[in-house]
């Protein structure tokens, strides 16, 4: 086992109430590094019972190195059946490394509620009926900072609301894929993390180490998305909202209109709540915005989601919405994006001061809320209206419309976990330009681009490295700063082949499940209708690069 790893694995029956320590085989980290690949390959590797819930860091997370203070969540989602991966970053992230495990495995179910402790020497359930019922911030709140780093489920998860989130004590969630209902189902309210290992390399050759960072952070310096006067490090994540609103790129209404940007982006924030920039463990990025009173602001997704179901729209309440989400641990873009569907069936477009109220009728599942806490795929089914579903595979797309971006179509079809923009991430390339400009109007080799973005970017979350790295630097330099740190011999090729790895296991995993090659595929709205100034896609041009993406995939085994 390489140097930054310790090969402890943690491994708790809920159903039995006992946790165990294994070792992980040096072989298993060889293959998958860490992150969503060790994720990946633990959850494959469980025997009997139901599928497990896979907690795991990368080599990279407690190094305070740019970009690199994530963790990845896996599972099988509640809400897509397919296998899921999520990254959450900030404190958590690195908080299981410091108690000296490289990953968690939680199997089977308590019949009461429980907490789970992680310590140094082990993990420890205790009874957790009194917190039970309870917001993640009164959770957080009754457990205290001295507590340590807490992971938790709110209400909605308690409930079984298909798109419940994972919440952290730091404001870094595990949001997407409903991995909260999973852990409600489970009655684990939260992992609780008491860190005490120092994890960093004791052997390093510090020369190197010094010219590989240098690499890394003159090409973070130099992206203007990360550190421009206009960029994410100065004004968070909202920083798209302009850039995208200008491009007819962020929708409403449910994909049928673009979102007017009035009111509603970094300016509108900054001038209406005074706020600083905090991010993951020694990342000097900052992405996320926290207002001087202790308010978590909401980034792109969050509040571009919420504006798209919420008509008129105003910032304040939108702010108030994406906090309650939080609270109550749901996914906010896939509770608009349920709402969404629902207004469209029945006719009635909700306000952002009613936000609220729906929501919470979602995670306690009463009223409406029961179909909504269905999400939208399954909620179009039962009001009889299945085309209202903005949905890949059972998950709402989040609020980037892909008729502005083929890359971004084709990406969002063959996503092993379904509807997201994420696995192959194509808007650095077609909206920011980097690594590489590709035109986000063509089709003509996005299947080649898409197969190697989704491996770079399985890769980077087996690092465990935040997906803004891709948008200024290449595998190169993260196979430089791997070599250095574990003393092991990487490469940009050995990375892509472990990314390759992952997507083709995700997807044999999938096909398992009864998702074919069939469920690859877009709602029609968006090769039917324009959305202002987005034409609609060319449905031959998609099936043809979809199908050279699916002869691309067919070669490569686990």
């Known amino acids: 086992m390489g140097e930054g790893r310790t090969g402890r694995l943690l491994i708790v029956d809920l159903t039995a109430g006992s946790c165990r320590t294994e070792s992980i085989p040096p072989s298993l980290v060889q293959d998958w590094l860490g992150g969503r690949g060790l994720g990946v390959a633990l959850f494959q590797g469980q025997t009997g019972g139901e599928a497990p819930l896979v907690l795991a860091g990368g080599a990279l997370s407690d190094t305070r190195i740019p970009l690199a203070g994530r963790s990845v969540l896996t599972g099988r989602s509640p809400l897509t059946g397919t296998i899921f991966s999520c990254s959450g970053g900030g404190r958590s992230a690195v908080a299981l490394r410091q108690t000296g495990f490289d990953a968690l495995v939680l199997t089977g179910a308590s019949t009461t509620p429980v907490l789970l402790t992680i310590t140094s020497a082990g993990g420890v359930l205790e009874p957790a009926a009194t917190l039970w019922g309870l917001s993640t911030g009164d959770l957080f709140a009754r457990l205290g900072e001295e507590q340590g780093t807490v992971a938790a489920i709110g209400p909605a998860g308690e409930n079984g609301v298909r798109f419940a989130s994972v919440e952290t004590s730091d404001g870094d969630p595990f949001v997407r894929g409903g991995l909260g209902a999973d852990m409600g189902r489970r009655r684990l309210k939260a992992l609780q993390f008491h860190a005490s290992v120092a994890l960093l390399p004791s052997r390093v050759d510090v020369a190197a180490l010094h010219s590989a960072l240098q690499d890394l952070q003159r090409l973070v310096l130099a992206s ?31 994909f049928t209109a673009p979102l007017p940007s009035d009111g509603l982006n970094a300016a509108a924030l900054r001038q ?59 996914d906010p873009v896939s509770a608009a994006g349920a709402l969404a569907a ?66 971004l179509a084709l990406a969002y079809a063959v996503a092993p976990h379904g509807g997201t923009h994420l696995d192959a991430w194509p808007l650095a390339s077609e909206l920011l330009r980097k690594p590489v400009p590709t035109d986000p109007f063509s089709f003509d080799g996005k299947a080649r681009i898409i197969a190697s973005l989704e491996e770079m970017n399985a890769a980077l979350d087996s690092l465990v490295a935040c997906r803004f790295a891709a948008c200024a630097t290449e595998l190169e330099e993260w196979a430089a700063l791997l070599t250095v740190m574990t003393g092991e011999l990487y490469s940009a090729g050995d990375l892509s082949a472990v990314g390759a790895r992952i997507v083709a296991a995700e997807r044999a995993f999938n096909r398992g499940c009864g998702m074919t090659e069939t469920a690859d595929r877009l709602p029609d709205r968006f090769f039917e209708r324009s959305s202002g100034p987005l034409l609609p896609l060319d449905r ?9 993406y699916h002869r691309i995939r067919a070669g490569q085994q686990v």
């Open 224 to 254: 203007p998305f990360l550190y421009g006067p206009f960029g994410i490090r100065e004004h968070g994540t909202t920083a798209l909202v302009d850039l995208l609103t200008r491009r007819g790129m962020a929708p409403s209404r449910n």
């Open 272 to 330: 209406r709540f005074s706020s600083r920039g905090e991010g993951c463990n020694g990342c000097p990025v900052c992405c996320r915005r926290r207002s001087d009173d202790g308010l978590l602001l909401p980034e792109y997704d969050d509040l571009a989601a919420l504006a798209a179901c919420a008509a008129p729209s105003d910032l304040t309440l939108l702010v108030t919405a994406a906090d309650r989400c939080r609270q109550l641990g749901l």
């Open 342 to 407: 629902w207004s469209e069936i029945t006719g009635r477009w909700i306000t952002a001061a009613e936000l609220p109220g729906f929501l919470e009728r979602i995670a306690a599942r009463e009223g409406e809320g029961a179909v909504l806490a269905e999400g939208a795929e399954r909620l179009s089914s039962i009001l009889g209206s299945p085309d209202a579903a903005v949905t890949v595979k059972g998950l709402e797309l989040p609020p980037y419309d892909p008729r502005g971006g083929c890359g």
């Open 540 to 548: 031959q041009r998609f099936d043809e690069e979809l199908a050279r």
